[in-house]
């Protein structure tokens, strides 16, 4: 497993067993899981996002914190979220944590991300020119979603 996956499950496991929200002292954890500071930086402004359902807050300084809360929603406002944080273009790697973090949060159904991530696959967009995949994907994304989300509700 590589640094990074242990970092995200370490703070997963945290944010799990203290109700959602957690405190760390970067240099402490980076110390308990034997990595540099600027990994632990770097998993969490990759993984702990608003757009994957996180708000991060930071204190520098002496006694400086990261506190890393769960956005608590129901499965429509997860998904307008998303929907909402998708730009005009997306990548295969973003819809893939996002499809992951819906899963996640039992916002869609396994069956219904295993056919979305199929619909993105650039397999599936192969005939679509290489610099307009991902534009395309950012609208099946968003539209696919809108769907789900209006036969949902």
């Given amino acids: ?26 240099n402490e954890l980076a110390g308990n899981l034997g990595c540099v500071p600027s990994q ?10 608003p757009e994957q359902g996180y708000i ?3 204190r520098r300084g002496g006694g ?9 929603m129901d499965k429509g406002t997860t998904l307008m ?3 909402n944080s998708v730009g005009n273009t997306l990548d295969k790697a973003t819809a893939e944590a996002m499809l992951n973090n819906m899963l ?5 159904e ?16 192969t005939h ?9 994907r950012a609208d099946l994304f968003k539209n696919m979603l809108l769907t789900l989300n209006n036969w949902e509700v």
Avoid: C, P
């Fill in 104 to 108: 996640q949060r039992k916002a869609v």
């Fill in 40 to 49: 632990i930086n770097y998993v969490i402004t990759s993984r702990f996002t």
């Fill in 56 to 58: 991060v807050e930071s």
């Fill in 64 to 72: 400086g914190y990261i506190r890393i809360s769960r956005v608590n």
């Fill in 128 to 136: 679509v020119e290489q610099d307009k995949r991902d534009v395309v």
């Fill in 81 to 83: 979220h998303i929907i």
């Fill in 1 to 26: 497993m590589r640094m990074s996956d242990l970092v995200a499950k370490y703070i997963t496991e945290m944010l799990d067993s203290q109700n959602g929200s957690a405190e760390i002292q970067r």
């Fill in 110 to 125: 396994l069956v219904a991300a295993k056919l979305i991530a199929a619909a993105l696959s650039d397999r599936t967009l």
